[in-house]
T-cell receptor
Framework: GENVEQHPSTLSVQEGDSAVIKCTYSDSASNYFPWYKQELGKRPQLIIDIRSNVGEKKDQRIAVTLNKTAKHFSLHITETQPEDSAVYFCAAGRSGDKLIFGTGTRLQVFP | DAMVIQNPRYQVTQFGKPVTLSCSQTLNHNVMYWYQQKSSQAPKLLFHYYDKDFNNEADTPDNFQSRRPNTSFCFLDIRSPGLGDAAMYLC??????????FGPGTRLLVL
């Protein structure tokens, strides 16, 4: 079945450094790739998404890149801050179908 | 502020005692989802409604049922909760069957 692999499972960075989380998907028909941030005890919050007709998308300090040929996409956070600490989930889906989630990355940003 | 609302936020039930969790939305989205999430794992889709069309995931136990009486409300019924059903239950909505917005979740404890 469809599968999304996410790496690393944990990531620790110093405040101000960059963080990169990578996901690989198996379903070549996937055309929608969202990223969710989930703080402890709270809801998953959509922070950025990208569709397959776009290779890169930026929103302030966060960016997502997509390589459809290699079937992988990445989240980049620059100038990290302690409030970026959370679990991040990637997901992949095709039109009208469910999202397949990655296993999550716990990001810790140390002051 | 259009949103997804879940009640209650915390629910304690006894082993085997039926429980109902509720979700409501002011977004007027035609798709509503129920997910189960255990301790920082990825959300696991239980089922979803596209309008009144119910879609059950193949591995969702029969113990879990759902009702959607109208566009705004959706209920999750757990007929005989077991200890393994203790989890966070997340409701999500979507307008386009891709971008999903999550509610704050209901944390279920089974004694």
């Amino acid at each position: 079945g469809e599968n999304v692999e996410q790496h690393p499972s944990t990531l620790s960075v110093q405040e101000g450094d960059s963080a990169v989380i990578k996901c690989t998907y198996s379903d070549s028909a996937s055309n929608y790739f969202p990223w969710y941030k989930q703080e402890l005890g709270k809801r998953p919050q959509l922070i950025i998404d990208i569709r397959s007709n776009v290779g890169e998308k930026k929103d302030q300090r966060i960016a997502v890149t997509l390589n459809k040929t290699a079937k992988h996409f990445s989240l980049h956070i620059t100038e990290t801050q302690p409030e970026d600490s959370a679990v991040y989930f990637c997901a992949a889906g095709r039109s009208g179908d469910k999202l397949i989630f990655g296993t999550g990355t716990r990001l810790q940003v140390f002051p | 502020d259009a949103m997804v609302i879940q009640n209650p936020r915390y629910q304690v039930t006894q082993f085997g005692k039926p429980v109902t969790l509720s979700c409501s939305q002011t977004l007027n989205h035609n798709v509503m989802y129920w997910y189960q999430q255990k301790s920082s794992q990825a959300p696991k889709l239980l089922f979803h409604y596209y309008d009144k069309d119910f879609n059950n995931e193949a591995d969702t136990p029969d113990n879990f049922q759902s009702r959607r009486p109208n566009t705004s409300f959706c209920f999750l019924d757990i007929r005989s909760p077991g200890l393994g059903d203790a989890a966070m239950y997340l409701c999500a909505t979507s307008r386009d069957r891709q971008t999903q917005y999550f509610g704050p979740g209901t944390r279920l404890l089974v004694l």
